[in-house]
Structures are given as structure tokens and as C-alpha cells.
């Protein structure tokens, strides 16, 4: 295994080992209080293993191959033991596997088991990504006094609910996830890459209720529960664990993207471990979902194993940032970061973007038509997103722009986004997606951030306010801001029908005629906080 080794160095970009000489224990059997039995593995030094720190991952995406590699066997070279459970109904481990639900209970007994081990030391770490992370929260109100550190990476305390907003379905995201992990079928680049066709195919499928089926050939519980069930529904009760974040009483650090699917969940916890005065650090990278460097990795090895250890992790502010367009890191006391203030940039007639009122003029106007729905290109998407070329997008009819004259000095954009746009629709039922794009000397428009918003009463003049991702970002001098506004983004976004009728059963799609208002009455803009503007 020393190849693998030396292979794990490489591409985590990590200094050499403490030792390459690591053994691993599978299979070994940690009974739950219902008498179900989950399997985990423990990777620990040949030598010496026993009583060293102890990283706790649980995961539904089994224990072996490249997961064991990063997770298990690179730490446990590095001054850690792990141990890797697979969580209930996966890969070996008994019960059925019920996403996101079990994790609570089935985490507080594995926690209970892992401390009286002979082999566990005095100090436990919680550590992983996505659904590895929200197992964390889940726990994090009640954890032994071993535990002296969680770092929960690209995830969120309350998970599928960020999908399923009644005023945005976020599809894209949970039909993959929810497909990927409901049928185990041969591994191979071949045929993943075919499966993943396959099932982006399949979220053309209407009625949406039949999309699993097209996609496995079978129903897919969790795929059903978020096509008929809005985030306030009895159904997800137990799966919202943000009541628990303010009683964490351990160190958290919390590693984002800025085109991470989950990375507004994750800063309001943040701000939550701010705001009950615990200690908690927070990054975010130029990262999307399954595109993430070495920093969960570093932070593991340098602020997990000095917490482990009894010792002060190396001092840093609370908040690290990329500011994208600058392309370099910065640092800030807190979230969002002062001395940024709100500035309002105004849609102007012909194309324009300016931060003066608009003067009175004729709304804009353009068609959606949902057969034939604007697609999403790049930002938070499963696989494909961050930075994109937007000329293809900008160039179809149903997407307005709206755009500044040359800047002639920077623009630092850091914080909360959002855009009020005055809307009205031909039909009852419609969508309101903003952009915000940097376009360079060359003309290239590449986004930044993004949103949408669902409308009832469209068929009214009203201020749609839509929520943007949050963004740090540079407008360099010699660039123009550029927002976008269209109906949809499909399929990171359900695409709406127009008719008020479910995402799940609707089958007829009705073009809508849209129009933007920019006038002084109706004055639409985004609203950027912009460093020194107050």
C-alpha cells in the first residue's frame, strides 16, 4: 500500500508522512439500541496506534477504495486513528438505509460505543463533508467530553430542507443524489459516465413523479418525499438539527464553497456559533460541490490534531475568504464582514446598469417558454458548475442583461446579495432568476453569483425579492457588473410550468410573456455590499 501512499501525498499536496506503516481492522461491529448492527473500519499506525486521537467519520458512501485513502488512511498516517462507519442500510451495515433520518440516534449510540473502546484515547475529532458533515449536527448538542473538535465541510444542520423552499424547488441536486444513492450498480468511468447521462435525461421526464422511475427503473422513496413534500411538512420532522448549533460547546471550523449547494445553510450556522459565543472559524474557496482542494485535509491535520492534543490550533481571524477576481485570500473578523454597505444598482432601459434611479421607460419584456426551459450554465450545480463563459446564455432571447459602463476603479463585493425586481407575467405562476456576471475587457461575462425566486399572482406588477448566493468578489478596474434576469435555470431549478400545478404531477407547460420594470416607481436593482459605499 506505500504506492498509495506516496500517490495520497501528491494530490493532497501534503509534507511526507509521520509513518506509512498503517493497518486496518474491518468489519467491526457497532450494535445500535434497536439491536441493528452498522460496520465500520479503524485505521490506525502499526505501531503505537492505540490511544491516539480518533477521527469519527460516518458516511453512506462506503468504507473502502478512494474514500478509505483520503478519509482513513492519510490521517492515520499523520497522528490520528479513524474509524469510518458506514451508516445504517449502506454498504454492509444492517437496518434499511433511510436518508437523513436515522443519524441523530444512530450517531449519539456510535459516539457512546466509540469512547469505551479499549483502543480510543482521550480525544475524538468529527470531521467530513456533505452528508458526512450534517451527521455531525446532528449530534453536535450532545457530544461526549472526548470529542474537543467537529469540521464540518460543504454541509448544513438541516440539509434537504435548503431543496425544497415553496418559493424555489432546487431539483438537480437531490434527483442526483437521491438516484445515485437508491440503486448500488457496478462501479467503472464507462458506465458511471452513462449513468449520469441517463439520469440528467431523466429530469426532462414529466410528470417529475415518474423521473426515478426512468432514471433506476424503480420508485425512489426520497426522490418522492421531496417532489410531494414542502420543507414545512410533517415529513421532515427530526431532519432539522439548526436548534443544535448554538449548544455546540466544541471548536467548529466550516469549510464552504462559494458554488457549493449548501454554503447559505452553512454560514448562518456560522453565524449562529458567532452569535452563543462559541469558538468557530469558517472558509470559504472558489469551490463547487465535488470540486474541493487539500483545506478540509490541512485543517484536520493542524487545527484537529492541536485541539486532539491539548495544544492552541495556529491562530487565524474567524472568517477566510477567496475573493474571486482578485484570486487571492483574505481575512475578516466575522460574517458578513464590516465596512461593507448595501449599494443599489439599477436596471436601466436599453441594457443598462447604474447605480442613478432609472428615468421613466417602457418595461422590458421577453418569453419563457418551460419545453424549451434556460439552462442552467455553471453556479451551484451537482457536477459542471462554478465560473462559466455566459455568451451562450446571454445570447438566448428569454435572458435580459443589464450591464455597467466600463469601471474606472475597483469594485469589492463581499457579503449577502439580493435583487428586487418589478415583475409582472402573463401568467399566475412564474420565476424570477437574477445573475451577477464580471465582464472583462474582452467581453467575457463569467457569473458570480445567483438566485431565484417563485411568484404567485404574477399576473400582477410586483416586487419579486430574490436571494442571491452570497460572494466575495473584485470587480477590476477596466470591467463592467452585469446582472441577468430570466425565469429559470433548469435543471438546478425545477422549471415552472406556469400553471400553479405540482412539480410532481404536472404535465402541461404553458409559455409565459414577461415583463421587467425600470422606471421610478418600479425601480428594479440588485443590491451588492460594496466595501466603503455607505
Known amino acids: 500500500m506505500r504506492p498509495i501512499s506516496h500517490l495520497a501525498q501528491r494530490m493532497l499536496g501534503l509534507p511526507p508522512p509521520l509513518t506509512r506503516d498503517v493497518v486496518v481492522q474491518r468489519d467491526l461491529r457497532v450494535p445500535m439500541a434497536d439491536g441493528t448492527t452498522l460496520l465500520a473500519d479503524r485505521w490506525a499506525p502499526r505501531s503505537g496506534g492505540e490511544r491516539l486521537p480518533l477521527v469519527l467519520v460516518r458516511s453512506p458512501y462506503g468504507r473502502r477504495g478512494p474514500i478509505g485513502v483520503q478519509l482513513g488512511r492519510v490521517p492515520a498516517e499523520r497522528g490520528f486513528q479513524v474509524l469510518i462507519q458506514s451508516v445504517r442500510g449502506t454498504h454492509g451495515s444492517g437496518g434499511d438505509f433511510d436518508p437523513i433520518r436515522q443519524e441523530r440516534d444512530d450517531g449519539l449510540t456510535t459516539l457512546d460505543w466509540v469512547v469505551k473502546q479499549p483502543w480510543c484515547g482521550e480525544s475524538v475529532v468529527l470531521a467530513g463533508a456533505s452528508y458526512l458533515g450534517y451527521v455531525q449536527w446532528a449530534v453536535a448538542d450532545r457530544l461526549p467530553p472526548q470529542v474537543k473538535a467537529m469540521i464540518p465541510n460543504m454541509t448544513d444542520s438541516a440539509l434537504t430542507l435548503e431543496f425544497l423552499r415553496s418559493d424555489g424547488l432546487s431539483l438537480e441536486t437531490p434527483f442526483i443524489w437521491g438516484v445515485t444513492n437508491a440503486v448500488d450498480e457496478p462501479a467503472g468511468v464507462l458506465r458511471g459516465l452513462a449513468q449520469m447521462r441517463r439520469r440528467q435525461r431523466a429530469l426532462d421526464t414529466l410528470p417529475l413523479d415518474r423521473a426515478d422511475v426512468a432514471a433506476t427503473g424503480q420508485r425512489v422513496p426520497y426522490i418522492q418525499d421531496i417532489l410531494a413534500h414542502d420543507a414545512d411538512a410533517e415529513r421532515w420532522t427530526g431532519i432539522d438539527h439548526r436548534h443544535r448549533v448554538p449548544a455546540t460547546t466544541v471548536p467548529v471550523s466550516s469549510i464552504g464553497g462559494w458554488y457549493d449547494i449548501f454554503l447559505p445553510g452553512q454560514i448562518r450556522d456560522f453565524q449562529a456559533l458567532q452569535e452563543a459565543g462559541r469558538e468557530a472559524r469558517l472558509t470559504i474557496g472558489p469551490w463547487t460541490h465535488a470540486n474541493l482542494d487539500n483545506t478540509p485535509t490541512r485543517e484536520l491535520l493542524t487545527f484537529g490534531l492541536a485541539l486532539a492534543q491539548g495544544r492552541e490550533p495556529p491562530r487565524r481571524p474567524p472568517v477566510r475568504l477567496y475573493v474571486t477576481g482578485e484570486e487571492a485570500w483574505a481575512d475578516f473578523a466575522s460574517w458578513p464582514p464590516r465596512g461593507y454597505w448595501p449599494r ?191
Do not use: M
Open 344 to 534: 443599489r444598482f439599477h436596471l436601466q432601459p436599453g441594457g443598462a446598469l447604474s447605480t442613478g434611479a432609472p428615468p421613466v421607460s417602457a418595461p422590458d419584456r421577453y418569453r419563457y417558454d418551460p419545453a424549451d426551459p434556460t439552462p442552467a450554465v455553471g453556479g451551484v450545480r451537482a457536477s459542471g458548475g462554478g465560473r462559466k463563459d455566459n455568451a451562450k446564455l446571454e445570447a438566448r432571447p428569454d435572458v435580459l442583461t443589464y450591464t455597467t459602463p466600463v469601471l474606472d476603479q475597483d469594485v469589492e463585493v463581499v457579503g449577502e446579495v439580493g435583487a428586487q425586481i418589478w415583475f409582472r407575467s402573463s401568467r399566475p405562476f412564474a420565476d424570477v432568476f437574477v445573475r451577477l456576471c464580471d465582464v472583462d475587457e474582452r467581453g467575457r461575462s463569467v457569473n458570480v453569483c445567483d438566485g431565484l425566486v417563485s411568484v404567485s399572482g404574477a399576473d400582477r406588477v410586483s416586487r419579486a425579492t430574490v436571494r442571491l448566493w452570497p460572494t466575495a468578489h473584485r470587480f477590476r478596474r477596466g470591467h463592467r457588473i452585469r446582472v441577468q434576469v430570466s425565469s429559470g435555470s433548469f435543471p438546478r431549478f425545477a422549471r415552472n410550468p406556469g400553471t400553479g400545478e405540482s412539480h410532481a404531477t404536472a404535465v402541461e407547460l404553458r409559455p409565459a410573456d414577461q415583463e421587467v420594470y425600470h422606471d421610478p416607481a418600479r425601480p428594479s436593482a440588485v443590491v451588492l455590499p460594496v466595501h466603503g459605499a455607505h
